[in-house]
């Protein structure tokens, strides 16, 4: 049973960048079979999807947020990890990291497993 | 990006009621939509995707249908466990979209 941690500081300062990392237990994150995505919630905006990235390193982001955000990969800690620059109020958020597993596009794109969330405050 | 909406934001039912939620999407996204339980204070959880594809381990009381733009979700008979929030997201475009989700509470 594959299971996600998010980990990363629950304050961070407006303008600065929030770094979150999502451990993975149970299963490999270098098999070609998932997508590895970042999600947040909001009381304002609801849930919003950030992005994802392959097991081969690509990337798909939200154009509302593409700007300031990067995702990257370690396959050797079998983490995932979030950047997000430049932050205000409006980032302050639940983040979620979840699993998409690949379908081919036949089934679409559904979230199958989740972390806990971990809850981030944009204060000064 | 496509916009998802719902109806209703909020309903109270009783144990035992058959509950149906809707999710209507901007445009046409086929049966690319999937439907999440959220309890408070946890992560949400897949109940069905693909429009009606159950979830392995999600009880057979649930239920989706729909494709184009409008979809239901279906509880047939509505458990103590069962009082949440349901949320729909759709797959189409690969911006994933959420709706706003629907609270479901006692009568």
């Known amino acids: 049973q594959v299971q996600l941690q998010e980990s990363g500081p629950g304050l961070v300062k407006p303008s600065e960048t929030l770094s979150l990392t999502c451990t993975v237990s149970g299963g490999s994150i270098s098999r070609d079979a998932f997508h590895w995505n970042w999600i947040r919630q909001s009381a304002g905006k609801g849930l919003e999807w950030i992005g994802r990235?392959?097991?081969?390193?690509?990337?798909n982001l939200n154009p509302s947020l593409k700007s300031r955000v990067t995702i990257s990969l370690d396959t050797s800690k079998n983490q995932f990890s979030l950047n997000l620059r430049s932050l205000s109020a409006a980032d302050t958020a639940m983040y979620y990291c979840?699993?998409?597993?690949?379908?081919?596009?036949?089934?679409?794109?559904?979230?199958?497993?989740w972390g806990q969330g971990t809850r981030v405050t944009v204060s000064s | 990006d496509i916009q998802m909406t719902q109806s209703p934001s909020s309903l109270s039912a009783s144990v035992g009621d058959r509950v149906t939620i809707s999710c209507r999407a901007s445009q046409s996204i086929s049966t690319l939509l999937n439907w999440y339980q959220q309890k408070p204070g946890k992560a949400p959880k897949i109940l069905i995707y693909?429009?009606?594809t159950l979830q392995s381990g999600v009880p057979s009381r649930f239920s989706g249908s729909g494709s184009g733009t409008e979809f239901t979700l279906t509880i047939s008979s509505l458990q103590p466990d069962d009082f949440a929030i349901y949320y729909c997201?759709?797959?189409?475009?690969?911006?994933?979209?959420f709706g706003p989700g629907t609270k479901v509470d006692f009568k």
């Open positions: 997201q759709q797959s189409y475009s690969t911006v994933f979209t």
């Open positions: 693909a429009a009606s």
């Open positions: 990235i392959s097991v081969t390193g690509s990337t």
């Open positions: 979840a699993r998409v597993p690949l379908t081919r596009g036949i089934l679409g794109d559904f979230f199958d497993s």
